[in-house]
């Protein structure tokens, strides 16, 4: 198989010879996001009749081990994996593709879907499934394991953000989108407090207090942060880790405007960088809520360990450079 640098951290893969019946496993989150789970079962079916695919759709339901729905549906032999749903159907299907050769695609039906942002997937739905049967890239990416058991892409947070997602509910969501996070996060805001913490990155350990902490694998709904030296990357080898200290609603449009924008070089104390090549530790002085890729996972004391290339996953072929 030809692999083509596209960095010095990342790597895209050209994609095989397509099989002439593939054989593709479903994993549908019937009550993700916005999108009607008949129709988008309906897409799925119509798309992969059309082509000749044997074409398995899992309906999930509460509580159920995706993880070991996919192990079973790997050790029975697919040529793909897709799952359709938002980032929480997405991490539970990661979590059973870890280290395999088969491809996952996903289908972004959830409020945020910010994997497939990050990787330039299409939010529309026809659009996403046409991806896999045309000209794409096959990205590898890391991945972050969490206190030894639960598997996620995007990041994993501590504070403001993590009371968000233990406050909004799921019909919130459905009714209302990415507005019924941002309206739950304001009362957040508004409520911020500092807390202590004692984090060991790798083998280094700090403590600090802060509003928030966002250790990330990904970018944020697509956004590189418009930090000097910092590119976040989730096939990079490192996790990036964000200690914020804002407190109050003029402090968060501050930090938010450092991720958004470019900005002059100055000093800025409600916002410091570090990252980790291995293991983040975290502590706190009282046990706070835990949220990854966005989902309610506990408490802490949590640990976050770095897999890397740990997952293949279909995405858009990158532009070209313009030539001069």
């Known amino acids: 198989m030809a692999i083509s640098a596209k960095s010095e951290n990342q790597q895209e893969v050209e994609q095989p010879e397509k099989p002439k019946n593939r054989r593709v496993f479903v994993v549908l989150n019937p009550v993700a996001g916005l999108t009607d789970a008949g129709s988008a079962k309906d897409l799925v079916t119509t798309f992969c009749q059309e082509r000749g ?42 979590a059973g593709m870890l280290n395999s050769e088969v491809p996952m695609g996903i289908l972004p039906a959830g409020t945020g879907n910010n994997l497939a942002r990050d990787l330039s997937i299409p939010l529309n739905l026809g659009e996403a499934m ?16 969490v206190d030894g058991q639960k598997y996620y892409v995007l990041n994993v947070s501590v504070g403001v953000s993590s009371l968000t997602m233990r406050t909004t509910g799921r019909n919130e969501k459905r009714r209302f989108g990415m507005l019924a996070y941002i309206y739950r996060a304001a009362g957040s ?16 350990v700090i403590r600090f207090s802060a509003s928030e902490l966002m250790i990330a694998n990904s970018k944020f709904m697509g956004l590189q942060p418009q930090l000097n030296g910092v590119d976040v990357d989730p096939n990079d080898g490192r996790m990036d880790m964000f200690i914020v200290r804002a407190q109050s609603v003029r402090d968060y449009v501050g930090v938010f405007s450092k991720f958004l924008m470019q900005h002059r070089e100055e000093k800025d104390t409600k916002l410091h960088y570090l990252s980790a090549e291995q293991t983040i530790q975290i502590e706190s002085e009282f046990p706070l809520p835990v949220q990854a890729d966005g989902e309610e996972i506990g408490n802490t004391p949590v640990t976050i360990q770095l897999i890397p290339n ?4 279909i995405a858009p072929k990158a532009e070209e450079p313009a030539s001069s």
């Open 130 to 145: 046409n991806l896999l049967d045309s000209e794409h890239t096959i990205r590898t990416m890391d991945v972050m394991e």
């Open 310 to 313: 740990a997952l293949r996953i």
């Open 189 to 204: 805001i508004r409520n911020s407090a500092l807390h202590r913490f004692r984090v060991k990155v790798d083998e280094r």
């Open 53 to 94: 695919w044997d074409c398995d759709i899992h309906e999930t339901k509460e509580n159920e081990d995706v993880r070991r729905l996919v192990k079973d549906a790997l050790k029975k032999g697919v040529d793909l994996v897709i799952a359709a749903g938002g980032d929480g159907t997405v991490s539970g299907v990661v």
